[in-house]
């Protein structure tokens, strides 16, 4: 059984939740920046996935960096001014719950959310980690102690729990980790990921996972790999998803959000609750 969604399902209206991604094209500063383009290309390229996810039926939204590649662990000041401009430059056109992830970093995050006024944040909020991209380190007792610095604390948290790209650096049970980040964390909602973006979770590893948190009141959610071929069946375990690469045109990462592709998951997703 699904933990208890309450925050989440009463900020969506809905019994599952399903937050579409809206991934920013690279910003100005990483190497795949488009400087011909410019901050006009990002804002529109942003417009048009928003519109595509909203009229697909989504139920909440978030804003990711997610094409500043190489990835780093700390987002320097333009990635940060940037998220901030492109998400204030639509937030009249949100008609959904919203919030924001700036890759790989906890406190620009929370700085974003905090500008914008965003419902929910996800990242790597606590853990110790090795990787594509060397080792990092977080603790949520900074995290928690930021968000009151800056006044944030209406933002919930949602914390990716296994860190896409990496692996712990002790490593534990996924269940038993779930609990434990629980118990110490005080995470706002819980996300289980795949080894990289759009790699599907094993249903028994969320199954495994919803057990172990069962009565936490803590929100489960698949974070990575998550289509209309497997929604049924893992909405059976958790109480929603964070959806990016399935709802893009031929389900590839960096294109544009195909919105028959949101219509289609978002009517098999209702029809499972």
Known sequence: MAATTSWLSELTGTKKSIIGMVHLPALPGTPLYDAAGGMQHIRDWVRRDLEALQSGGIDAVMFCNENDRPYRLDADAASVAAMADVVASVRDEVSVPFGVNVLWDPHATLAVAAATQAAFAREIFTGAFAGDFGMWVRSAGDTFRYRREIGAESCRLIFNINAEFAEQ????PLP?????VIFSSMPDAICVS???TSQAVQTNNVADVAEAIAGSGVPLLINTGFRASNA?????YADGAIVGSSLKQDGVTWNAVDATRVKELM???RGSE
């Open 232 to 236: 049924a069946e893992q909405l059976q």
């Open 176 to 180: 038993v980790l779930a609990k434990s």
């Open 194 to 196: 795949g080894g990289i």
């Open 267 to 269: 009517t098999i997703v």
């Open 169 to 172: 650096i002790a490593p534990r």
